[in-house]
Protein backbone atom coordinates (compact mmCIF):
# COMPACT_ATOMS: atom_id res chain seq x y z
CA UNK A 1 0.00 0.00 0.00
CA UNK A 2 2.97 2.29 0.53
CA UNK A 3 4.34 1.83 -2.79
CA UNK A 4 0.99 2.47 -4.35
CA UNK A 5 0.69 6.09 -2.60
CA UNK A 6 4.43 6.48 -3.58
CA UNK A 7 3.85 5.50 -7.07
CA UNK A 8 0.75 7.70 -7.15
CA UNK A 9 2.70 10.75 -5.67
CA UNK A 10 5.56 10.48 -7.98
CA UNK A 11 3.56 10.44 -11.17
CA UNK A 12 1.63 13.80 -9.43
CA UNK A 13 4.59 15.69 -9.19
CA UNK A 14 6.12 14.56 -12.82
CA UNK A 15 2.87 15.67 -14.38
CA UNK A 16 2.81 19.13 -12.60
CA UNK A 17 6.32 19.70 -14.16
CA UNK A 18 4.68 18.97 -17.55
CA UNK A 19 2.15 21.07 -17.23
CA UNK A 20 4.07 23.72 -16.07
CA UNK A 21 6.53 23.36 -18.76
CA UNK A 22 4.45 23.23 -21.98
CA UNK A 23 2.46 26.29 -20.02
CA UNK A 24 2.69 29.28 -23.05
CA UNK A 25 4.39 32.31 -22.68
CA UNK A 26 2.54 35.38 -22.53
CA UNK A 27 4.34 36.66 -25.39
CA UNK A 28 2.80 33.47 -27.47
CA UNK A 29 -1.04 34.45 -26.17
CA UNK A 30 -2.80 35.08 -29.47
CA UNK A 31 -3.22 39.13 -29.84
CA UNK A 32 -6.36 40.49 -31.45
CA UNK A 33 -5.94 41.63 -35.21
CA UNK A 34 -4.31 44.96 -36.26
CA UNK A 35 -7.51 47.36 -38.10
CA UNK A 36 -6.49 47.85 -41.74
CA UNK A 37 -5.24 51.33 -42.20
CA UNK A 38 -8.10 53.34 -44.48
CA UNK A 39 -6.65 53.79 -48.44
CA UNK A 40 -5.85 57.06 -48.94
CA UNK A 41 -6.50 58.67 -52.70
CA UNK A 42 -5.90 62.30 -54.63
CA UNK A 43 -9.32 63.32 -55.83
CA UNK A 44 -10.33 65.71 -58.32
CA UNK A 45 -13.52 67.77 -58.69
CA UNK A 46 -15.45 68.04 -61.80
CA UNK A 47 -15.99 71.50 -63.42
CA UNK A 48 -17.73 72.95 -66.57
CA UNK A 49 -15.08 75.00 -68.43
CA UNK A 50 -15.00 76.28 -71.91
CA UNK A 51 -12.71 74.31 -74.41
CA UNK A 52 -11.69 75.10 -77.77
CA UNK A 53 -11.84 72.38 -79.85
CA UNK A 54 -8.79 71.37 -82.22
CA UNK A 55 -8.11 68.73 -84.39
CA UNK A 56 -4.44 67.66 -85.91
CA UNK A 57 -4.15 66.94 -88.90
CA UNK A 58 -0.96 65.74 -91.40
CA UNK A 59 -0.29 68.36 -94.46
CA UNK A 60 2.17 68.85 -97.04
CA UNK A 61 2.95 72.56 -98.33
CA UNK A 62 1.89 73.73 -102.11
CA UNK A 63 2.93 76.39 -104.22
CA UNK A 64 0.44 79.50 -104.38
CA UNK A 65 1.50 80.28 -107.62
CA UNK A 66 3.69 78.70 -110.26
CA UNK A 67 4.60 79.76 -113.91
CA UNK A 68 6.05 77.73 -116.50
CA UNK A 69 8.02 80.36 -117.95
CA UNK A 70 8.21 79.64 -122.27
CA UNK A 71 8.81 81.97 -124.89
CA UNK A 72 5.82 83.00 -127.41
CA UNK A 73 8.08 84.13 -130.52
CA UNK A 74 10.96 82.31 -131.91
CA UNK A 75 14.33 83.87 -132.06
CA UNK A 76 17.99 83.57 -130.39
CA UNK A 77 18.68 84.10 -127.01
CA UNK A 78 20.78 87.52 -126.80
CA UNK A 79 20.63 87.53 -122.79
CA UNK A 80 19.49 86.49 -119.34
CA UNK A 81 19.27 89.03 -117.25
CA UNK A 82 18.39 87.08 -113.53
CA UNK A 83 20.13 85.07 -111.15
CA UNK A 84 19.22 81.80 -110.72
CA UNK A 85 16.89 81.29 -107.11
CA UNK A 86 16.70 84.85 -106.87
CA UNK A 87 13.21 86.82 -106.03
CA UNK A 88 11.78 88.04 -109.28
CA UNK A 89 8.95 90.71 -109.88
CA UNK A 90 5.86 90.61 -111.71
CA UNK A 91 6.76 92.38 -115.33
CA UNK A 92 10.38 91.91 -114.76
CA UNK A 93 12.34 90.91 -117.90
CA UNK A 94 14.10 87.78 -117.82
CA UNK A 95 15.13 86.90 -121.24
CA UNK A 96 15.84 89.15 -124.70
CA UNK A 97 15.34 87.66 -127.79
CA UNK A 98 16.85 88.66 -130.71
CA UNK A 99 14.21 91.96 -132.01
CA UNK A 100 15.84 92.55 -134.99
CA UNK A 101 13.52 90.77 -137.61
CA UNK A 102 10.43 91.71 -135.58
CA UNK A 103 11.64 95.07 -135.11
CA UNK A 104 11.84 95.08 -139.48
CA UNK A 105 8.09 93.79 -139.59
CA UNK A 106 7.13 96.42 -137.50
CA UNK A 107 8.82 99.22 -140.10
CA UNK A 108 7.19 97.10 -142.95
CA UNK A 109 3.35 96.77 -141.26
CA UNK A 110 3.76 100.55 -140.51
CA UNK A 111 4.54 101.45 -143.96
CA UNK A 112 1.77 99.70 -144.95
CA UNK A 113 -1.01 101.24 -142.63
CA UNK A 114 0.76 104.61 -143.89
CA UNK A 115 0.01 103.47 -147.83
CA UNK A 116 -3.63 102.74 -146.99
CA UNK A 117 -4.63 105.66 -145.34
CA UNK A 118 -3.35 107.40 -148.47
CA UNK A 119 -5.08 105.24 -150.72
CA UNK A 120 -8.47 105.77 -148.27
CA UNK A 121 -8.10 109.87 -148.72
CA UNK A 122 -9.12 110.30 -152.66
CA UNK A 123 -11.59 107.52 -152.52
CA UNK A 124 -13.69 109.32 -149.42
CA UNK A 125 -12.99 112.80 -151.31
CA UNK A 126 -14.86 110.76 -154.44
CA UNK A 127 -17.27 109.08 -152.47
CA UNK A 128 -18.30 112.91 -151.52
CA UNK A 129 -18.49 114.36 -154.87
CA UNK A 130 -20.60 111.44 -155.81
CA UNK A 131 -22.99 112.07 -153.36
CA UNK A 132 -23.51 115.51 -154.42
CA UNK A 133 -23.92 114.54 -158.02
CA UNK A 134 -26.15 111.54 -157.53
CA UNK A 135 -28.94 114.24 -155.88
CA UNK A 136 -28.73 115.90 -159.59
CA UNK A 137 -28.43 112.47 -161.67
CA UNK A 138 -25.28 113.71 -162.92
CA UNK A 139 -23.71 109.88 -162.15
CA UNK A 140 -25.51 106.81 -162.97
CA UNK A 141 -26.98 105.29 -159.21
CA UNK A 142 -24.30 102.03 -160.85
CA UNK A 143 -21.40 104.40 -160.41
CA UNK A 144 -22.36 106.49 -157.42
CA UNK A 145 -22.98 102.34 -155.21
CA UNK A 146 -19.05 101.45 -156.44
CA UNK A 147 -17.44 104.49 -155.25
CA UNK A 148 -19.00 104.00 -152.09
CA UNK A 149 -17.94 100.52 -152.14
CA UNK A 150 -14.24 101.15 -153.01
CA UNK A 151 -14.51 103.51 -150.06
CA UNK A 152 -15.83 100.91 -147.75
CA UNK A 153 -12.50 98.95 -149.34
CA UNK A 154 -10.22 101.41 -148.51
CA UNK A 155 -11.48 101.74 -144.99
CA UNK A 156 -11.44 98.01 -144.34
CA UNK A 157 -7.31 98.57 -145.51
CA UNK A 158 -6.39 100.67 -143.38
CA UNK A 159 -8.35 98.32 -140.36
CA UNK A 160 -6.83 95.54 -141.71
CA UNK A 161 -3.44 97.04 -141.70
CA UNK A 162 -3.63 98.78 -138.17
CA UNK A 163 -4.47 95.19 -136.73
CA UNK A 164 -1.20 94.10 -138.39
CA UNK A 165 0.62 96.70 -137.54
CA UNK A 166 -0.39 95.87 -133.42
CA UNK A 167 0.15 92.02 -134.10
CA UNK A 168 3.56 92.94 -135.22
CA UNK A 169 4.54 95.27 -132.08
CA UNK A 170 3.14 92.49 -129.68
CA UNK A 171 5.48 90.25 -131.17
CA UNK A 172 8.40 92.53 -131.12
CA UNK A 173 7.05 92.85 -126.98
CA UNK A 174 7.51 89.37 -126.24
CA UNK A 175 11.13 89.29 -127.60
CA UNK A 176 11.40 90.95 -123.97
CA UNK A 177 10.29 87.55 -121.42
CA UNK A 178 9.15 89.12 -118.37
CA UNK A 179 7.89 87.15 -115.46
CA UNK A 180 3.50 87.14 -115.04
CA UNK A 181 3.86 86.65 -111.63
CA UNK A 182 6.40 87.76 -108.43
CA UNK A 183 8.44 84.96 -106.43
CA UNK A 184 11.43 82.67 -106.61
CA UNK A 185 13.06 81.94 -109.95
CA UNK A 186 14.74 78.48 -110.66
CA UNK A 187 17.18 77.83 -113.10
CA UNK A 188 17.55 78.30 -116.36
CA UNK A 189 17.42 75.99 -119.14
CA UNK A 190 18.68 77.86 -121.89
CA UNK A 191 21.99 80.39 -122.28
CA UNK A 192 22.64 83.19 -124.39
CA UNK A 193 22.43 81.67 -127.73
CA UNK A 194 19.63 79.18 -127.87
CA UNK A 195 17.51 79.03 -130.15
CA UNK A 196 14.19 79.00 -128.82
CA UNK A 197 9.99 78.59 -130.33
CA UNK A 198 7.23 80.28 -129.67
CA UNK A 199 5.28 78.16 -126.75
CA UNK A 200 7.93 74.94 -126.61
CA UNK A 201 7.48 72.04 -124.83
CA UNK A 202 10.58 73.01 -122.47
CA UNK A 203 9.99 76.11 -120.06
CA UNK A 204 12.50 78.62 -120.33
CA UNK A 205 12.56 78.39 -116.45
CA UNK A 206 9.98 78.35 -113.34
CA UNK A 207 8.83 81.12 -110.99
CA UNK A 208 6.89 80.05 -107.71
CA UNK A 209 5.64 82.09 -105.48
CA UNK A 210 5.92 81.07 -101.91
CA UNK A 211 4.91 83.83 -99.68
CA UNK A 212 2.04 83.09 -98.99
CA UNK A 213 2.09 79.32 -99.28
CA UNK A 214 -0.50 76.73 -99.21
CA UNK A 215 -0.75 73.77 -96.82
CA UNK A 216 -3.12 70.54 -98.13
CA UNK A 217 -4.73 68.92 -95.09
CA UNK A 218 -6.31 65.84 -95.03
CA UNK A 219 -9.44 65.61 -92.68
CA UNK A 220 -11.21 62.19 -91.97
CA UNK A 221 -14.79 62.30 -93.28
CA UNK A 222 -16.19 60.66 -90.04
CA UNK A 223 -14.48 63.52 -88.35
CA UNK A 224 -15.73 66.50 -90.44
CA UNK A 225 -19.23 64.82 -90.49
CA UNK A 226 -19.29 64.85 -86.41
CA UNK A 227 -18.09 68.70 -86.25
CA UNK A 228 -21.03 69.06 -88.65
CA UNK A 229 -23.38 67.25 -86.70
CA UNK A 230 -22.30 68.94 -83.58
CA UNK A 231 -22.34 72.53 -84.96
CA UNK A 232 -25.60 72.15 -86.37
CA UNK A 233 -27.42 70.46 -82.72
CA UNK A 234 -25.38 73.86 -80.69
CA UNK A 235 -23.59 71.04 -78.86
CA UNK A 236 -20.16 72.83 -80.42
CA UNK A 237 -20.58 76.93 -81.12
CA UNK A 238 -18.38 78.00 -84.04
CA UNK A 239 -15.39 80.33 -83.59
CA UNK A 240 -16.11 83.82 -83.35
CA UNK A 241 -13.91 84.49 -85.89
CA UNK A 242 -15.58 84.43 -89.93
CA UNK A 243 -11.82 82.92 -91.12
CA UNK A 244 -10.83 79.52 -89.06
CA UNK A 245 -7.15 79.99 -87.74
CA UNK A 246 -4.81 77.19 -88.03
CA UNK A 247 -1.46 76.60 -86.29
CA UNK A 248 1.60 74.66 -87.60
CA UNK A 249 4.13 72.19 -86.02
CA UNK A 250 7.24 71.80 -88.37
CA UNK A 251 8.86 68.70 -89.05
CA UNK A 252 11.36 69.06 -86.20
CA UNK A 253 8.40 69.60 -83.57
CA UNK A 254 8.89 73.51 -83.81
CA UNK A 255 6.00 76.05 -83.94
CA UNK A 256 5.41 78.13 -87.33
CA UNK A 257 5.55 81.34 -86.65
CA UNK A 258 2.68 82.66 -88.31
CA UNK A 259 -1.11 81.86 -88.04
CA UNK A 260 -2.70 80.97 -91.54
CA UNK A 261 -6.21 80.20 -92.25
CA UNK A 262 -8.57 77.65 -93.53
CA UNK A 263 -9.47 78.20 -97.36
CA UNK A 264 -11.20 75.67 -98.71
CA UNK A 265 -12.79 71.78 -98.10
CA UNK A 266 -13.09 69.58 -101.14
CA UNK A 267 -16.54 68.97 -102.36
CA UNK A 268 -15.83 65.51 -102.63
CA UNK A 269 -13.63 62.82 -100.54
CA UNK A 270 -11.24 60.39 -101.56
CA UNK A 271 -12.16 57.22 -102.46
CA UNK A 272 -9.26 55.24 -101.38
CA UNK A 273 -8.80 56.83 -97.98
CA UNK A 274 -12.14 58.41 -96.76
CA UNK A 275 -10.75 61.50 -96.16
CA UNK A 276 -11.39 65.44 -97.18
CA UNK A 277 -8.86 67.88 -98.53
CA UNK A 278 -8.50 70.86 -96.54
CA UNK A 279 -6.60 74.14 -97.95
CA UNK A 280 -5.25 76.83 -95.49
CA UNK A 281 -3.10 79.98 -96.73
CA UNK A 282 -0.11 80.71 -94.95
CA UNK A 283 2.29 83.99 -94.48
CA UNK A 284 5.92 83.26 -95.67
CA UNK A 285 7.70 85.90 -95.17
CA UNK A 286 11.13 84.22 -94.42
CA UNK A 287 10.41 81.46 -97.43
CA UNK A 288 11.15 78.74 -94.08
CA UNK A 289 8.00 76.96 -95.96
CA UNK A 290 9.34 75.52 -99.06
CA UNK A 291 6.70 73.16 -101.19
CA UNK A 292 6.42 69.11 -100.02
CA UNK A 293 7.53 69.90 -96.73
CA UNK A 294 5.34 67.54 -94.53
CA UNK A 295 3.95 69.57 -91.57
CA UNK A 296 1.05 68.99 -89.08
CA UNK A 297 -1.92 71.55 -88.38
CA UNK A 298 -3.65 72.45 -85.30
CA UNK A 299 -7.54 73.39 -86.94
CA UNK A 300 -9.40 75.31 -84.87
CA UNK A 301 -12.97 73.74 -85.42
CA UNK A 302 -15.12 75.51 -82.59
CA UNK A 303 -15.84 76.22 -79.16
CA UNK A 304 -17.65 73.45 -76.31
CA UNK A 305 -19.27 75.82 -73.79
CA UNK A 306 -19.85 73.69 -71.03
CA UNK A 307 -17.29 70.59 -71.15
CA UNK A 308 -16.39 68.10 -68.37
CA UNK A 309 -12.94 67.12 -68.70
CA UNK A 310 -11.61 64.46 -66.97
CA UNK A 311 -8.10 63.56 -66.39
CA UNK A 312 -6.84 60.61 -68.64
CA UNK A 313 -4.76 58.88 -65.77
CA UNK A 314 -8.43 58.52 -63.64
CA UNK A 315 -9.71 56.96 -66.40
CA UNK A 316 -10.02 52.86 -66.23
CA UNK A 317 -11.07 49.73 -68.20
CA UNK A 318 -13.52 46.81 -66.97
CA UNK A 319 -13.35 43.61 -68.66
CA UNK A 320 -15.55 44.62 -71.48
CA UNK A 321 -13.41 47.41 -72.44
CA UNK A 322 -15.96 50.45 -71.05
CA UNK A 323 -13.85 53.26 -69.54
CA UNK A 324 -14.97 53.97 -65.80
CA UNK A 325 -13.96 56.54 -63.19
CA UNK A 326 -13.64 56.04 -59.51
CA UNK A 327 -16.22 58.17 -57.99
CA UNK A 328 -16.02 59.24 -54.25
CA UNK A 329 -19.50 59.83 -52.93
CA UNK A 330 -20.47 62.11 -49.84
CA UNK A 331 -19.73 59.21 -47.31
CA UNK A 332 -16.01 59.11 -49.00
CA UNK A 333 -17.17 55.34 -50.44
CA UNK A 334 -15.69 54.41 -53.73
CA UNK A 335 -18.17 53.55 -56.56
CA UNK A 336 -18.10 52.76 -60.25
CA UNK A 337 -19.22 54.86 -62.57
CA UNK A 338 -19.29 54.26 -66.78
CA UNK A 339 -18.29 56.74 -68.79
CA UNK A 340 -19.05 57.69 -72.64
CA UNK A 341 -15.70 59.65 -73.83
CA UNK A 342 -15.74 62.15 -76.90
CA UNK A 343 -11.89 63.00 -77.68
CA UNK A 344 -9.08 63.83 -76.52
CA UNK A 345 -7.82 67.87 -74.82
CA UNK A 346 -4.18 67.76 -74.12
CA UNK A 347 -3.98 65.40 -70.97
CA UNK A 348 -8.13 64.86 -70.76
CA UNK A 349 -10.52 63.30 -71.74
CA UNK A 350 -13.65 65.27 -73.06
CA UNK A 351 -16.75 63.74 -70.95
CA UNK A 352 -20.24 63.06 -73.22
CA UNK A 353 -22.08 61.04 -70.02
CA UNK A 354 -21.31 59.94 -66.96
CA UNK A 355 -20.16 63.37 -64.77
CA UNK A 356 -21.79 65.72 -63.13
CA UNK A 357 -20.17 69.29 -61.92
CA UNK A 358 -19.11 68.75 -58.35
CA UNK A 359 -18.43 65.08 -58.37
CA UNK A 360 -15.25 64.23 -57.18
CA UNK A 361 -13.08 61.79 -59.06
CA UNK A 362 -9.98 59.72 -58.13
CA UNK A 363 -6.69 60.53 -60.04
CA UNK A 364 -4.29 58.67 -57.49
CA UNK A 365 -4.76 55.38 -55.45
CA UNK A 366 -6.64 54.39 -58.01
CA UNK A 367 -4.87 50.64 -57.26
CA UNK A 368 -6.90 50.26 -53.67
CA UNK A 369 -9.72 51.68 -54.88
CA UNK A 370 -12.07 49.50 -54.70
CA UNK A 371 -15.82 49.90 -55.34
CA UNK A 372 -17.72 50.14 -52.03
CA UNK A 373 -14.14 51.09 -50.16
CA UNK A 374 -14.08 53.68 -47.30
CA UNK A 375 -11.22 56.17 -48.68
CA UNK A 376 -9.84 59.10 -46.68
CA UNK A 377 -8.63 62.16 -49.52
CA UNK A 378 -5.39 62.63 -48.80
CA UNK A 379 -5.89 66.17 -51.15
CA UNK A 380 -7.43 67.41 -53.98
CA UNK A 381 -5.83 68.18 -57.36
CA UNK A 382 -6.68 71.30 -59.34
Known sequence: MKKILVSVAVLAVVSLGYLAWNKPSQADQPTPAAA????EVVVVTMQEREVRLTSELPGRTAVYQVAEIRPQVGGIIQKRVFAEGTEVKSGQLLYQIDPDTYEVAVARATAAVAKAKAELEPARLKAV??????RTKAVSQQDHDEVQAALALAKANVSSAQAELEATRID???TKVVSPISGRIGRSA???GALVTANQAQALATVQQLDPIYVDLTQSNVELLRLKRALESGAVQASGTSATKVRLILEDGTDYAHDGTLQLAE???DQGTGSVTLRAVFPNPKRDLLPGMYVRAIVEEGVLSAAMLIPQQAVVRNAQGQAMAMVVDAGDIIAARPLQLDRAVGGDWIVRQGLAAGDR????GLQKARPGTQVRIRQSAN
Not at 36 to 39: A, H, I, S, T
Open 36 to 39: KPVP
Open 129 to 134: RYAELI
Open 172 to 174: LQR
Open 190 to 192: VTP
Open 267 to 269: ASV
Open 361 to 364: VVVE
